[in-house]
């Protein structure tokens, strides 16, 4: 699976951006898929995910209430909605796609990366 990641940009404190990962190369609805971040000096973090039904998703406790990942099968595309955004949340966002371990939170559960899109929030 290929993933390409876009709609990072530069947002004000308290604004919104929508984030959208377009999958090609495999069956787009046969892997659940997820969201990741990774801020400067820091690891990477788990942000969301969707299982490959979209029936399914689970955040990051930080992330409830704000952000919301959905996805379109039929485009074979994985968004990101982020919303209230906060000068924490400046970081490259990556999706990822995991065929066998549902909504996970684990990196090391993910087989296929996109190349990141930044997002930097100015407070």
């Known amino acids: 699976v290929q993933l390409q990641a876009s709609g990072g940009g530069l947002v004000q404190a308290g604004g919104s951006l929508r984030l959208s990962c377009a999958a090609s190369?495999?069956?787009?609805?046969?892997?659940?898929m997820g969201w990741f971040r990774q801020a400067p000096g820091k690891e990477r973090e788990f942000v969301a995910a969707i299982s490959s039904g979209g029936g399914s998703t689970y955040y990051a406790d930080s992330m409830k209430g704000r952000f919301t990942i959905s996805r379109d099968n039929a485009k074979s595309t994985v968004y990101l909605q982020m919303n209230n955004l906060k000068s924490e949340d400046t970081a490259v966002y990556y999706c990822a796609a995991n065929k066998y371990w549902g909504t996970s939170d684990r990196a090391g559960n993910y087989d296929y990366w996109g190349q990141g899109t930044q997002v930097t929030v100015s407070s």
């Open positions: 190369g495999r069956t787009f609805s046969d892997y659940n």
